[in-house]
């Protein structure tokens, strides 16, 4: 049975989306909802692997939305909703859990990070993440996901689920009219843009981030003109003029960084971008990227506020959009409860 191509991703409703999260992943969902068939999550069940106050989370998952839509996200193109309304992600990771080896989570890499020193104090939810990211994805039989190099292990975690289970129900699952015994596609990341990867403003080697602990680091997307215009003034750079190519970015990573942004915002090869300012100091050039940043993010963050100002169309749009995602994980789900041995009514 043919698996029809299907593109899924989801982000965090912890903190306020930033640049990074727009040009590392929304610009390419916006993309690819013009010629895909696309499920958009604000990853609830996530969100909360760490402590949330709850009137807060409410407001992020209106604000993650709100966000999603002024950026070009259409939820009438593409199915957009929150993850905690569609009890099949909940369910399917159960049985991911039943599936998975403790060793392949051992191997994760970004619990290591998170957990830190204090791992024996961290939420066995935050350690089976992993497994929820993956059935995430496999509920709906998603083929292809927009990730961040960030997530990419996780991805590769989801694959060896999907694996594991069409091995280990091989038998059911061509009795259940799979005669290929592939019930779960293996999930392809999709990685495409000119700025997958955006830097601290602070510190061009480490990834702009919502947990780093100066706003100065990231521009948000709710931040007004001025915000983003003092940000950019601020963000460290060296003492050398632009280079007049990209060879010259050798040991400049906030260089890169800056110049990458630029060009991903006007919609132009790091090349050409080179060109027009290679030889100029950075209060040139940073002048003109604070403009093309204020018209891009400025225009999202107000359009995000207007929407905001109505959060009973937000959860309309969330509903609408969980009902539509529920009618594609229901009959997927019930076919994983016949293949299990589960007896449903």
């Known amino acids: ?58 407001h992020a998952i209106r604000q993650v939305t709100a966000t999603y839509i002024a950026a070009g996200l259409d939820p009438k193109k593409s199915i957009l909703f ?44 935050l350690y089976a993440y992993p497994n929820l990211m993956a059935a995430d994805i496999l509920a709906y039989r998603a083929t292809h996901v927009p990730v961040g190099e960030d997530q990419k292990q996780h991805l590769e975690l989801a694959r060896d689920i999907a694996q594991k289970f069409n091995n280990d129900f091989n038998k059911e699952i061509v009795a259940a009219g799979f005669e290929d015994g592939i019930f779960f596609p293996l999930p392809e990341p999709v990685i495409t843009g000119p700025a997958t990867r955006v830097m601290s403003l602070r510190d061009g080697t480490k990834k702009m981030s919502k947990s780093d602990p100066s706003d100065l680091s990231r521009i948000n997307m709710t931040d007004d003109a001025d915000t983003i215009a003092k940000k950019i003034q601020k963000a460290k750079t060296d003492p050398e003029p ?48 604070a403009e093309v940043a204020t018209e891009k993010v400025g225009r999202i963050g107000a359009e995000a506020q207007t929407l905001m100002g109505d959060p009973a169309e937000i959860d309309r749009i969330l509903a609408d959009g969980s009902a539509r995602a529920r009618a594609v994980t229901e009959p997927v789900m019930a076919k994983v409860k016949d293949i299990v041995g589960f007896i449903r009514s």
Not at 261 to 268: K, R
């Open 1 to 58: 049975m043919k698996i029809a191509p299907l593109v899924f991703s989801g982000m965090q409703p912890t903190g306020s989306l930033h640049l990074g999260n727009y040009l590392g992943a929304m610009v390419n969902w916006i993309e690819m909802q013009k010629t895909h068939s696309c499920i958009y999550c604000v990853v609830d069940l996530h969100a909360i692997t760490v402590w949330q106050d709850p009137a807060e989370l409410r």
């Open 82 to 125: 929150n993850q905690s309304q569609v009890s099949a992600h909940a369910e399917l990771a159960w049985i991911f859990n039943c599936v998975a080896r403790l060793g392949w989570l051992n191997r994760m890499t970004q619990f290591k990070e998170k957990a830190g020193k204090d791992k024996e104090q961290a939420s066995v939810g």
């Open 242 to 289: 632009l280079p007049s190519d990209e060879k010259g970015f050798e040991g400049r990573p906030e260089a890169e960084n800056l110049v990458g942004i630029y060009a991903a915002l006007s919609g132009q090869p790091v090349a050409d971008v080179l060109k027009d300012y290679g030889g100029q100091q950075f209060s040139s050039f940073k002048k003109a990227l």
